[in-house]
């Protein structure tokens, strides 16, 4: 019987050990209590909320993995950006043009992971940091979402029907360099804010009139990993998916806690500018303070690297972030402090 993905991934956390308690918490909360919580009809696969005047959090099933993640859309004064588009799954251009009324709408990538790019197939153009488009363009290929599905055509975790996924079609990517500005009309920007470590291409954007942050998954309430070291098929989840990841290789210096470091240092820098922080995964609305802590545990990290909190099974290694969770990495990845 065919059930709702929105459905499936909820059962699927209340049937599973959480990985983090106080994220469940918060998630129950805010379904209970958020007064903007809202379905639409065009995309009953996401739920919308509304966290500012005009930023909306759409969040959605993993469906790899179970749980959920978060693409966030402006609604600007004469344009709107999406920020990232999930697996694909359901009318996202029509949940956006509901959104917003029919605005121009942006379409920009804060990385190119399954569940933050391989919904770019509904739109036509897409932007992302320039180190990002090779990955992207990789990634342009109909096979992308094969692996979410057993050899009997059944699903590999949450529960969802084929043909509810946006049919393949390829898209133009522009790639663009740190510190580029995206005019949503009259005066309000967003700034593309190139933060390597999590993935060499990896971005935040910094919207200047809302004063707010979306980081990706370079931030976060919860745990933040960098890859450099990762086999990433070592992952059962990801074994069957030959798209996993990045082709820049494993040992890349943009792939490391020294590159995570250079990352967050230039969002420090930037302090004065924004006051929240909403990323990929996880708790949101988040204290732009979470920034210096999380530079901060790179310095402790590439000061001394094996003095960690945990080794988890893959050999990932976890140092505990204050207020925050934990910052992940491999050894082999932990590179040196230098500009890159």
């Given amino acids: 019987m065919y059930q709702n993905p929105l459905t499936a991934a909820a059962d699927l956390a209340r049937n599973e050990p959480p990985h983090c308690y106080a994220e469940e918490a918060w998630l129950k909360l805010l379904r209970a209590t958020h007064p903007t919580q809202r379905i639409y009809s065009s995309d009953p696969f996401v739920e919308v909320y509304s966290f500012a005047q005009c930023l909306y959090g759409l969040m959605f099933p993993l469906l790899d993995t179970g749980g959920f993640g978060w693409m966030w ?138 004063r707010f942050l979306i980081g990706g998954d370079c931030v976060g309430c ?38 995570q470091r250079e990352g967050l240092h230039r969002l420090a820098s930037r302090l004065e500018a924004f006051d929240r922080v909403f990323c990929g995964h996880g708790i949101q609305d988040l204290s732009s303070q979470l920034i210096p802590a999380l530079l901060a545990a790179c310095d402790r990290v590439l000061a001394q690297p094996e003095n960690c909190n945990l080794i988890q099974p893959d050999g990932r290694h976890c140092i505990d972030v204050p207020g925050s969770g934990q910052l992940c990495y491999y050894l082999n990845g932990v590179g040196k402090r230098t500009d890159i």
């Fill in 73 to 210: 859309l402006i609604d600007g004064p004469e344009r709107a950006m999406l920020i990232d588009t999930g697996y694909g799954l359901g009318d996202l251009q029509g949940l956006c043009r509901d959104i917003t009324g029919g605005k121009p709408l942006m379409v920009v990538n804060t990385h190119c992971s399954c569940d933050h790019s391989y919904g770019n197939c509904q739109f036509s153009q897409v932007y992302c940091h320039e180190l990002l488009a090779a990955d992207l363009d990789w990634k342009q290929d109909p096979r992308i979402w094969d692996y979410l599905f057993q050899a009997d055509g059944s699903c590999l975790c949450v529960p969802f029907d084929r043909r509810d996924l946006v049919p393949f079609r390829r898209y133009q990517i522009i790639g663009v360099p740190d510190g580029y500005r995206f005019d949503l009309g009259q005066g309000h920007e967003v700034e593309l804010i190139w933060t390597p470590g999590h993935q060499p291409g990896h971005a935040a954007y910094l919207d200047l009139a809302g």
């Fill in 222 to 259: 919860g745990a933040v990993s960098v890859s450099g070291g990762s086999d990433f098929h070592a992952d059962p989840r990801h074994a069957r998916d030959p798209f996993q990841g990045s082709r820049y290789p494993s040992w890349d210096p943009r792939r490391t806690v020294a590159a």
